[in-house]
């Protein structure tokens, strides 16, 4: 069960835009990590959960698999417009994680847009377990 009260806050860095999540448990830690990043990208308020799609991403280690499962969500977002408003992670495992995404295609005349995501970089990322939390660093390419 993922905790529902999870926290994230955006980071300065110079010409990318930062990210650090934290959460209860490692679920909660994609779920919030997944939502966050679609929050950079449009306002969240303005997503509609219209549409599920399934997303897994495969990695050797916890942070190949916390990096390779946000490369899956902007993956979606660039091959199909896709912007998700709920995440919801079914499943955590050494070097699988999968999820179901509520959202919908992105429309320039109903949804703001913030900014364009070119890639999820390893600089400063970090995946970490401290003080009974979950936590990760990431900085985004923008």
């Known amino acids: 069960m993922t905790d529902k009260k999870i ?4 980071i300065e860095h110079t010409a990318d835009l930062g990210l650090e999540i934290e959460a209860a448990d490692l679920p ?16 969240p308020t303005e997503i509609q959960p219209k549409e599920e799609i399934s997303v897994s991403a495969t990695g050797e280690c916890r942070e190949e698999l ?4 946000l490369c899956e969500l902007l993956a979606q977002f660039n091959l199909k417009g896709f912007i998700g408003k ?5 499943r955590v495992e050494p070097g699988r994680v999968e999820a179901r995404i509520k959202g919908e295609i992105l429309d320039l005349k109903r949804h703001r847009f913030y900014t364009e995501i070119k890639g999820v970089t390893y600089h ?12 990760a660093r990431v900085i985004f390419d923008v």
């Open 66 to 69: 916390f990096h390779a499962w």
């Open 28 to 43: 909660g830690l994609f779920a919030s990590a997944g939502e966050a990043f679609y929050g950079l990208i449009a306002d």
């Open 124 to 135: 400063e990322f970090k995946v970490w377990h401290e003080d009974g939390k979950w936590r």
């Open 7 to 10: 926290a994230f806050r955006e």
């Open 86 to 90: 709920q995440c919801r992670v079914h």
